[in-house]
Structure formats: structure tokens, C-alpha cells
């Protein structure tokens, strides 16, 4: 692999929304790929195995994966059909020792979407998972930067967010935490879960950053509105639109004051 020549394009405006799973089981080439995608401005993951690799990608929900064919516990390929049970929009660049023909047809072919082989270098594998976040249908959705739940608009670029026609001004962190739930509309969000992807940073067990932060978001989103922000006791918290809210999920959801842990 050449690593002398780093790949350190601008940042898009686009670049924070992006993540991206690598994964293989050489820990100095993980670290070392991991290291130069976050430069780029990317949310990176990390695997070393398959098993970590699809669990990851179930509770992260990457645009890109950046595969290793050969794991210690599963090939690439079972890897990827497994993620793609879950998430078949992903997209995935293989890395693979075999140069041979009939390994790349076999990648692409089990949906695989672009590959390098091994010796490569940085600027290839960055600029080949560029050209895949160009045409990710998670990321592209017609080029919009606008995300819509219910009567619930973000805008990525101008992070203007409105509810029913009204304004509602948050911080940066609020605005954060408000995308990832919408990105996950109507899925249950841990709080280890949430630390990890608004905070990057793990408080411990008996820190209520998320739980606080969830009730300013409530106060600011729910206020004299049909509650959308719903906590499941013990499981974690979702974001749906009002009109697919249960009763039951009401319930939880109006008491998730700070120290209510989940």
C-alpha cells in the first residue's frame, strides 16, 4: 500500500453527513484508513471482523463500507449480503488481494459497487469512495438537503428547521442530535447509540447528557404540538410523525426529564 501521498481535498459542505464502516481485521490499516477518511470531514466506523461489521452497520447505518474480502471469521461477500438484508442502499468498495477477473465479476455481481486491490494507494481508495457518495441514493435523495418527518423540515445546508410552518431555532448540538433522530424516523435509537454518533465521546453510564439534551429538543420540537420525540423505557428513543403515534408510545414519552435513564 502507498500511504506517502495523503488524499486532503476540501470539505464539501456535504462531508459531515457522510459515514463510513471500514473494516478489516489489520488493525494498523484499519487505523491508518480510518485516521486519513476522517480527515475528509467523515463520520468513521470501524470493524474488525464480520460479525462487528454487520452488528455496526445495524446500529450505525453507514452510506459507504469500505470491505476487506478476506475476515477472520467471514468473507466479504457473506458481509455484505448481510448488511444488505438491512440497509440495501449502502454502498460498498472492496478491498482484495486477488487481482484475478473472476474475483472482481463476483464482487460486483453479489453487490458489491467498486473495488481496489491490494497494494493500493490512499488517494485511490478516497477518491473511489468519493465517486460512490456521489451516486449514494442514501445521500443524493434528488441532491435535497432538505429531511422531512411528518410536518418536520430540516435543511442540512442553511440548518433551518421548521415545524407546521414555525421557525424553531437550536443549537448546534440540538440540531445534531434532531438529525440523527429523523434520519432514523420511526426506529429506536439507544442512548450508547446516540452518545456515540451526536457525541463521539462515551460520559459513562450514569451521565444524562442524552436524556438532557432530549428534553430541550422536546421542549423546542412538542411544545403545544402532537408529541413526536417518544422514549421507550429502558430501550431507548424514536422519532416518528404525529399521525403514526400510538397511544402507548405517548405515554413514555411525555416523562423523559433528566435522570430518567434509558
Do not use: C
Request: net charge negative.
Amino acid at each position: 500500500m502507498q500511504a506517502d501521498s495523503m488524499y486532503q481535498a476540501p470539505h464539501s459542505p456535504d462531508a459531515a453527513r457522510i459515514r463510513v464502516l471500514v473494516v478489516d481485521d489489520e488493525a494498523n490499516l484499519r487505523h491508518l484508513l480510518s485516521a486519513v477518511l476522517r480527515q475528509q470531514g467523515w463520520k468513521v466506523l470501524v470493524a474488525g471482523t464480520g460479525a462487528a461489521a454487520v452488528a455496526q452497520a445495524r446500529d450505525h447505518r453507514p452510506h459507504l463500507v469500505l470491505l476487506d474480502v478476506v475476515l477472520p471469521d467471514m468473507d466479504g461477500l457473506e458481509v455484505l449480503e448481510r448488511i444488505r438484508e438491512d440497509l440495501p442502499d449502502t454502498l460498498v468498495l472492496f478491498l482484495t488481494a486477488n487481482s484475478s477477473v473472476s474475483d472482481r465479476i463476483s464482487g460486483i455481481t453479489a453487490g458489491g459497487d467498486d473495488y481496489v486491490t491490494k497494494p493500493f494507494s490512499i488517494d485511490e481508495v478516497v477518491a473511489r469512495l468519493r465517486g460512490l457518495a456521489r451516486r449514494s441514493p442514501m445521500l443524493g435523495q434528488g441532491g435535497s438537503p432538505v429531511m422531512s418527518v411528518g410536518d418536520l423540515t430540516l435543511n442540512e445546508d442553511s440548518h433551518a428547521v421548521v415545524r407546521a410552518g414555525e421557525s424553531i431555532t437550536l443549537t448546534a448540538t440540538e440540531f445534531a442530535l434532531l438529525r440523527y433522530l429523523m434520519e432514523n424516523a420511526d426506529r429506536v435509537l439507544s442512548k450508547h447509540q446516540i452518545l456515540d454518533r451526536v457525541w463521539e465521546y462515551d460520559f459513562g453510564r450514569e451521565s444524562n447528557i442524552v436524556e438532557l439534551y432530549i428534553s430541550y429538543l422536546r421542549k423546542k420540537i412538542d411544545a403545544g404540538r402532537p408529541p413526536m420525540i417518544h422514549t421507550l423505557r429502558r430501550v431507548g428513543y424514536m422519532l416518528q410523525a404525529p399521525q403514526k403515534a400510538s397511544a402507548p408510545d405517548r405515554g413514555p414519552s411525555a416523562s423523559a426529564a433528566p435522570g430518567n435513564g434509558v
